[in-house]
């Protein structure tokens, strides 16, 4: 099975290609537009709030308490929605490392419908959600350790991540729901922990979901050829 450092390498070689440009493109921008449309009404939430307690102007303090808002969402929640919304585009990139790499694979791949991808979309969520509110105690009480809380969310949200990566390609070529994942978990959660580090980079944050997704795509398929081969 190819290792891992050498599926993110191919990844990011393929960067350029215009197919993945235009999947980066899109992601990225309905992802910021998320967070726009949630500053926006946080402002507004903010505002009236303090309206209904002061009828001084105070349209600076809502601003700065909006913008502080959102940068602390756009902290822990990134992730979330920059995963979710590429739920939606999963294909263009599987597809476009396919076409490259793995032109062989198009006979096995399955267009998800609309409802399935919606679903896996939602209950993706619906993990991350719940697991990080069941983190939250555990970091809550390392916070004093000043790295324990960041290493619970890693690990957390390594496991999720990688998950989901996974999910975004094998869904689309598994011939049967019965059928074993072609990569083991440390595979995984190792995939995932490198896409979470890069989410906390600014910048890098757009790229980690698309890099991911290709990633994985390099993964599932070596490994499915190790497979038949065997």
Known sequence: MMSLPRALALAAGQLGDPAILRVLGKTALLTLAVFAAGGAGLYLVVERA???V???????????????????????LFRVVAL????????DVVRAVEARHYPQARHSLRDLPLAEEVGNALRSLLRTVLANAA???????????????????????????GRELHDM???RHRADPAEL???GGLTRFLLGGVVVALLAIPFLNLLAPIMGAACATHLVHRAREKDLDA
């Open 84 to 91: 979710f919304v590429l739920q939606f585009f999963a294909e």
């Open 169 to 171: 390609v094998w869904l």
């Open 54 to 76: 002061t009828n001084a102007d105070t349209s600076g303090l809502g601003a700065l308490l909006a913008a502080l808002g959102m940068i602390l969402a756009g902290w822990f």
């Open 50 to 52: 303090i309206d209904s």
């Open 135 to 161: 983190a939250l105690p555990i970091a809550g009480l390392l916070l004093v350790t000043g790295i324990g809380a960041a290493a619970v969310f890693w690990t957390v949200n390594a496991y999720l991540v």
């Open 181 to 183: 994942a072609p990569i």
